[in-house]
């Protein structure tokens, strides 16, 4: 059955910045074929983040009226849902849809998806993607860019896809920074509860991660990843109080927050948003020493003979005095990575490092991720909302979420 619109794929790649042609293809002046003239609307999350801040600044609940409850309160997939019906309500010519599963989990990616197939029969989808998986079977045509122009329309049977394998092939720097004490058993959790006035968060949590352990802690928005995370490594005070032992120390018996920390590498998306002004990769790197942002003390010969040896690593030898802005966001992540690695700190948490990067992005990580969990003494603690093939956990704890709170299932 031959379908009715064409539907377009762009990956979405340092090659097609979206800047320069998106604005012209929303307007109707950009040449591809069955779009020529007409107006679309776009679906991202910048788009919605818009509209969350008009409504904290302005009051204006465009997508929520009726609800009576502010679009920060809604889940990730209510957010979403909420924008595509109001977009939807512009009755737009075509929409884009820009990476539109990212921070979703997935039985949100599944609601989604069907919801936009049967959206397609309707009208045309142009997709921006990250990953091949978010290709949705109605797509017929995939576009190429140069330089921000239209190369070419190419049948999506006929897309050559980038390669998603990757190997480093030069060994991890061994550790010059000391920990003395460490346990065993670096974190446990006994019976943990968390709740936030009538809201039940977790219930009776047991978890337990050694040395040299890979865990991989997945489940649904709003299971409570974010608040078992904030009381491994935050300070969050509904771990006190309970059983909650961080490397060998009951929580609250006397050691402050920042002697956690320093047991602890970590890394979030949200950390770009510190590094604002022109580090170089080099400086980048050295900082994990000091955990701060910027370098401000003068490093050690040794010290700068591990950061130089972590960018050999990585492959960026030669960009050691670019600006780490410059890089891509795959990049990016890497370089977060060996600095929050290069003290060989004896727990790394990496909160959802893979959103927001494309397929051979998302290998590159992988490989770094499951390089360091093969050759340094180092647990790994990696956060994700979906599984991810290219990442080998030794062991999977899944929350599932229930009226009383989430309970925890080791895999």
């Given at each position: 059955?031959?379908?009715?619109h ?11 910045p ?37 409504e ?48 979703l ?6 609601l ?100 040299k ?43 402050s ?17 510190l ?35 972590w ?42 490092p ?13 490989a ?15 956060v ?22 989430s ?5």
């Amino acid at each position: 059955m031959t379908p009715s619109h064409q539907h377009y794929a762009v990956e979405d790649t340092a090659r097609s910045p979206q800047e320069q042609w998106l604005p012209q293809l929303l307007s109707g002046s950009y040449k591809l074929p069955g779009l020529e003239g007409k107006k679309g609307v776009i679906f991202s999350n910048t788009t919605l983040e818009k509209y969350i801040q008009e409504e904290e600044r302005h009051d204006n609940f465009k997508l929520t009226s009726g609800l009576n409850r502010s679009l920060r309160t809604l889940s990730s997939g209510e957010q979403k849902k909420a924008l595509l019906s109001y977009l939807l309500q512009q009755n737009p010519d075509f929409i884009v849809l820009n990476n539109p599963y990212e921070t979703l989990d997935k039985g949100s990616v599944v609601l989604l998806k069907q919801q936009l197939i049967a959206l397609s029969k309707d009208r045309p989808i142009v997709l921006i993607f990250n990953r091949q998986d978010d290709l949705l079977p109605i797509i017929t045509h995939a576009i190429t860019f140069e330089k921000a122009e239209l190369k070419v329309v190419v049948p999506i049977e006929d897309y050559a896809f980038r390669k998603k394998e990757f190997v480093f092939d030069k060994d991890i720097p061994s550790a010059i920074t000391t920990y003395n004490n460490i346990p065993e058993v670096l974190i446990e959790l006994k019976n943990v509860n968390v709740n936030y006035e009538d809201r039940s968060i977790l219930k009776d949590i047991n978890w337990t991660i050694k040395k040299k352990e890979f865990w991989h802690l997945i489940g649904p928005n709003g299971s409570g990843k974010t608040t078992l995370l904030s009381m491994i490594y935050g300070n969050n005070s509904k771990a006190y109080g309970q059983e909650v032992c961080l490397f060998g120390k009951k929580k609250g018996s006397g050691e402050s927050v920042w002697d956690i920390k320093q047991k602890i590498g970590y890394i979030s998306p949200a950390m770009l948003e510190l590094f604002k002004r022109s580090y170089t990769v080099e400086h980048m790197v050295i900082s994990g020493f000091y955990d701060s942002i910027g370098l401000y003390q003068t490093p050690s010969t040794a010290q700068i003979l591990a950061a130089a040896q972590w960018m050999d690593v990585l492959n960026l030898s030669q960009e050691r005095n670019t600006s780490f802005l410059k890089l891509s966001p795959a990049v990016q992540r890497l370089i977060l990575i060996a600095r929050a690695m290069i003290k060989h700190p004896p727990l790394l948490i990496l909160d959802e490092p893979l959103i927001n990067v494309d397929d051979e992005g998302r290998a590159l990580i992988s490989a770094l991720i499951n390089k360091i969990a093969k050759e340094s003494e180092t647990s790994i603690l990696f956060v994700a909302h979906r599984d991810e093939a290219n990442i080998h956990p030794n062991f999977i704890y899944e929350l599932h979420p229930s009226p009383d709170g989430s309970v925890g299932v080791q895999k």
